[in-house]
Nanobody, 112 residues
């Protein structure tokens, strides 16, 4: 059974940092591109970043470029999202995604 489980969310002040993790199981993790998406209150699901399987190269949504860094450790079946210089606009539930499958999500709240 394919599963994705996120962790690392929390409450942080503007300008702060968080590191999200996503552990995948039930599939060969290293073979798949993985992504982070987020959903803010009252808004649609928004793509944040993707990391590709073969090259490990990454792409980012414009508003997070230069602040967020996606990475993966295939030996640990884990993907990460390092988020720096957070703003209230980053408040959302963050999900990792493999194809159309998402995990349960982790809440990130940026507030003073």
């Amino acid at each position: 059974q394919v599963q994705l489980v996120e962790s690392g969310g929390g409450l942080v002040q503007p300008g702060g940092s968080l590191r999200l993790s996503c552990v995948g199981s039930g599939f060969v993790f290293e073979n798949y591109a993985m992504a982070w998406v987020r959903q803010a209150p009252g808004k649609e699901l928004e793509w944040v970043s993707t990391i590709y399987s073969a090259s490990g190269s990454a792409s980012y949504e414009d508003s997070v470029k230069g602040r967020f860094t996606i990475s993966r450790d295939n030996a640990k079946n884990t993907m990460y999202l390092q988020m720096n210089n957070l703003t209230p606009e980053d408040t959302a539930v963050y999900y990792c995604r493999k194809g159309t499958l998402r995990g349960p999500g982790t809440q990130v709240t940026v507030s003073s």
